[in-house]
């Protein structure tokens, strides 16, 4: 089964950026579709993003304007760019694939941690 690593977090300022990266053991283009998810503390996991082929990018409607999710299939990777981060965006950042239009999202990385912070 193909694993997922997630990359790239850490502690950004206000307004800052941050590119997380997530690498998968084996191929992704067989995937319906690759999402990123987070997970603040004392709350709920949202989906954040998720795209299904490089021309197809879908966003959590208060980020797209700040996000950007990219996928490259040759490198099996799948990328979330953020911009002017903001202390609401704290989360652990999960990275996710799902097989098919129907089927729940059944791959997940271990997560990275960002945090937006003064």
């Known amino acids: 089964q193909v694993q997922l690593v997630e990359s790239g977090g850490g502690l950004v300022q206000p307004g800052g950026s941050l590119r997380l990266a997530c690498v998968a053991s084996?191929?992704?283009?067989?995937?319906?579709?690759m999402g990123w998810f987070r997970q603040a503390p004392g709350k709920e996991r949202e989906w954040v993003a998720a795209?299904?082929?490089?021309?197809?990018?879908n966003y959590r409607n208060s980020l797209k304007d700040r996000f950007t999710i990219l996928r490259d299939n040759a490198k099996n990777t799948v990328l979330l760019e953020m911009n002017n981060l903001r202390p609401e965006d704290t989360a652990v950042y999960y990275c996710?694939?799902?097989?098919?239009?129907?089927?729940?999202?059944?791959?997940w990385g271990q997560g990275t941690q960002v945090t937006v912070s003064s």
């Open positions: 795209i299904r082929d490089s021309r197809d990018p």
């Open positions: 084996g191929s992704i283009s067989h995937f319906y579709a």
């Open positions: 996710a694939a799902k097989a098919t239009p129907t089927s729940p999202y059944e791959i």
